[in-house]
């Protein structure tokens, strides 16, 4: 599955067995759902991560405003009484806008590349918030507890002793993971998850750096330096980046599809 302007995707599973999870996602999604609600689904009345109760097709819904691709759209959580019904009237009213169905393997390809992480891959409990740049996710600067929170203000007061990392390469070669990180000529880590990016023409990987010399790791030191990862006995050059070379600045979540193919951002 690859990103094309005019199609939007639908990536249906189940939870618990008792309700299922429609998302609709992709720059016609918000068109399709209007044909089956009289819910506002604008971004003044329904802004990007809320929630809230919908009919859609004359069935009661609950719709979340989230994605996990990159794209706008929603995730639709049906009765399992009612998700056959519903999934065929979205498929039925996307079919004038290009609506396909899509897999796991469409989805991991679409969040790897816009850069959103995946448990038990980039995300271990072996890993922290801070480690994995993910401490907006913590109230830090707040007096609410939460578990962990000792460990992660010593963190913040010690260094930290690895920091996740995009890297893209233009070669077009897979890479499966567990791929060596080089930086400026030794050895600082491993590919935790990569894919192809469809939307940017690159294969994208994540994984964690570390100073072998010991030394905590910061942004000035993951920022610098030569990289290159290394695929069954070759090393092949990398580019860092910040965060995600695909729509830095989340347009697309909020419905803005001006920019062009590839959209690579030199951050």
Known sequence: ?????????????????????LSVQGPESRNILMELT???LSNENFPVYSNRMIDVVGRRVRALRVTFVG????ELHVSSDDCLDVYQAVMH??????????????????????????????????DTPLEARMGFTCKLNSSVPFLGRDVLIKQQKEGLRKLLCCFTIDKAIP?????????????????RVADYGFAIGRTVAYGYVSNPDGKPVDLDFVCTGTYELER??????????????FDASNKRIFGNYEDSFPLLSTQ
């Open 175 to 191: 890479l499966l993971g567990l791929e060596a990180i080089w930086r400026n000529g030794r050895v600082v880590g491993h590919v």
């Open 71 to 74: 794209e706008l759209g929603w």
């Open 232 to 245: 069954m006995g070759e090393l092949i050059p990398a580019t860092f980046h910040l965060k995600s070379p």
């Open 38 to 40: 009289d819910a506002d």
């Open 1 to 21: 599955m690859i990103r094309r302007p005019p199609r939007s995707t639908l990536f249906p599973y189940t939870t618990l067995f008792r309700s299922g999870v």
């Open 93 to 126: 009213a996307g079919r004038k806008y290009g609506l396909v169905n899509a897999g796991y393997l469409a989805m991991d390809s679409l969040s790897v590349e816009k850069g959103y992480r995946h448990w038990h891959a980039d995300l271990r409990l072996d």
